[in-house]
């Protein structure tokens, strides 16, 4: 017990502390700037099963916040990199690389193999449907999102807490820009994600004397290095965790296409961009129909069958759209990877 020699001295975890710790299981969705550091303080803390989720590959602009990966590792899928970098720190411990993406077909099987799920993602879209599969399947999930300076964390769905609809019902109108759009201190996905991989161990540890961050809201800035907590209850009227666990639906997977495969396609392009965007340039050929007029009740004309690639600035706009329309009964839908961004 050397390894854990300084955490099992304090009297809130000692060995029977570090046993459940040894026992428990924790998903960590996305191993971004948030995934990086809370996996880190996760395996070194001696927990005994962690499963990593992500699709993409390591690039040198993640190295500036996703401390996980080394230089080396440029291309190599997250999961895998992550894998083989955790098992360098903690070989004690198991660790499964899980390179795919999540959606709604494997979320529930996933969630239920493992006690606590770790949201690293930044976009509204999977969140939701992190929040949505762990209400489903009665597991507890620790939220982080960072933006700038700023930060925030919430533990969901414990004991019919409030969970993350309680906080965000629907995804904004309005056009959230993500790190690589609005930029990040890499210290500060550091300080969120840690404070995540802080409240996995008083869920798992469940000893009195430290509460998790139950129907509270953790916020901080960083410029003024000002932080507090906020009080968030549970939404009696809340669309998911105020139904029953088996009504809750999983929306359909939503497939992305590159620029490649989008050039080669008849698929008609959709732009879901504002008017100033959309008259500043979009690509030629394309059909406008904004996110917002989408969001306030908006129809789209086209045939339901008809195979569409919708696509914004970067990708996160236009897959919010995509969710609007396939509620509408759009059967054959595409989110363009990068967006016009990509496009060129």
């Keep these: 017990m050397t390894r854990y020699d300084r955490q099992i001295r304090l009297p809130e975890i000692g060995q029977a502390g570090q046993a459940k710790l040894a026992g428990a299981s924790v998903l960590c969705v996305g191993v971004g700037g948030l995934g990086c550091p809370a996996l880190l303080y996760l395996a070194a803390a001696g927990v005994g099963r962690i499963g990593v989720m992500d699709f993409d590959q390591v690039d040198e602009s993640n190295l500036q916040r996703q401390v996980l990966y080394s230089t080396a590792q440029i291309g190599e899928n997250k999961a895998e990199a992550a894998k083989t970098r955790l098992e360098a720190l903690n070989p004690t411990i198991e660790i499964t690389a899980i390179p795919e993406k999540l959606n709604g077909q494997n979320a529930e099987s996933l969630f239920t193999d493992y006690d606590v799920i770790i949201d690293g993602t930044d976009n509204f879209t999977t969140k939701f449907l992190i929040n949505d599969a762990a209400v489903k399947v009665g597991k507890p999930f620790i939220y982080g999102s960072i933006l700038g300076f700023e930060g925030q964390v919430s533990v969901f769905n414990v004991g019919g807490s409030a969970c993350y609809r309680c906080l965000f019902p629907e995804a904004p109108i309005t056009p959230v820009m993500n790190c690589a759009e609005a930029g990040v201190i890499g210290a500060v996905a550091g300080m969120v994600g840690t404070v995540q991989a802080m409240e996995v161990v008083k869920l798992i540890v469940s000893h ?39 009504e809750i639906i999983m929306p359909d997977h939503i497939e992305e296409v590159t620029v490649e495969e989008a050039r080669q396609s008849d698929a008609l392009l959709i732009d879901v961009r504002e008017q100033d965007e959309w008259d500043a340039g979009h690509i030629e050929g394309a059909a406008f129909l904004p996110l917002s007029a989408l969001a306030n009740g908006a129809q789209g004309s086209w045939p339901k069958d008809q195979a569409l690639i919708i696509y914004c600035r970067s990708g996160y706009r236009s897959m919010q759209a995509c969710h609007i329309l396939q509620a509408q009964g759009y059967t054959n839908l595409s989110n363009l990877k990068g967006g016009i961004l990509a496009w060129g």
């Design 208 to 246: 009195e004397s430290f509460k998790p961050l139950v129907n509270k809201l953790w916020l901080i800035d960083a410029r003024s290095m000002s932080s507090k907590i906020i009080d968030l209850p549970k939404d009696t009227d809340c669309p998911v965790c105020s139904e029953r666990k088996e």
